[in-house]
Antibody
Framework: QVHLVESGGGLVKPGGSLRLSCSAS????????MSWVRQAPGKGLEWVSF????????NYADSVRGRFTISRDNAENSLSLQMDSLKAEDTAVYYC???????????WGQGILVTVSS | QSALTQPRSVSGSPGQSITISCTGN?????????VSWYQQRPGKAPKLMIF???KRPSGVPDRFSGSKSGNTASLTISGLQADDESDYYC?????????FGGGTQLTVL
């Protein structure tokens, strides 16, 4: 059974940094593209970033490009999102999700809340 | 990277059918057969219901179906059940990124 568990969320001041992690189990992690999707309180879903199975290709939403960095460790079955220069509008629940070959999100973690506030 | 357009809310009675639309443009919905749909219950993670416009993952009831015409994709739920009451989001590949719709709240009357 596929299991994705996010960690590392919390409260951070504007301009600060935070690193999210996602631990994967129940599938061959190294075979899958992975992604982060976020949802601001009371708002819709927003794709944030994805990374290819071998880390050779990454991409980011315009709203986070240059501030966020996605990475993965296939030996540890883990996905990370380094978030720098955080803004209030980055406040959201962040979901780790597997990313299918035709851009769908088939498995999701339970989500982790990031709050950017002074 | 503009969001796809969905109605804010739809409603239907048990047993009826409803359709949720998702409108984009030729660079996303209209350009690729890579539209997916997600069901999200309050406080829970989204669940994949439809991918590649018409395909259902294992375990999703065949009451859920997808279609596309031009720049508009649609999710149809037939034989509406109380348990279907949720938020629904469409999503499309858009060349080098992925874009979601704003979400539709389904109310089962």
């Amino acid at each position: 059974q596929v299991h994705l568990v996010e960690s590392g969320g919390g409260l951070v001041k504007p301009g600060g940094s935070l690193r999210l992690s996602c631990s994967a189990s129940g599938f061959t992690f190294s075979d899958y593209y992975m992604s982060w999707v976020r949802q601001a309180p009371g708002k819709g879903l927003e794709w944030v970033s994805f990374i290819s199975s071998s880390s050779s290709y990454t991409n980011y939403a315009d709203s986070v490009r240059g501030r966020f960095t996605i990475s993965r460790d296939n030996a540890e079955n883990s996905l990370s999102l380094q978030m720098d220069s955080l803004k209030a509008e980055d406040t959201a629940v962040y979901y780790c999700a597997s990313y299918g070959p035709t851009s769908y999100f088939d498995y999701w973690g339970q989500g982790i809340l990031v709050t950017v506030s002074s | 990277q503009s969001a796809l357009t969905q109605p804010r809310s739809v409603s239907g009675s048990p047993g009826q059918s409803i359709t949720i639309s998702c409108t984009g443009n030729s660079s996303d919905v209209g350009g690729y057969n890579y539209v997916s749909w997600y069901q999200q219950r309050p406080g829970k993670a989204p669940k994949l219901m439809i991918f590649d416009v018409i395909k259902r993952p294992s375990g999703v009831p065949d009451r859920f179906s997808g279609s596309k015409s031009g720049n508009t994709a649609s999710l149809t739920i037939s034989g509406l059940q109380a348990d279907d009451e949720s938020d629904y989001y469409c999503c499309s590949y858009a060349g080098s990124y992925t874009v979601f719709g704003g979400g539709t709240q389904l109310t089962v009357l």
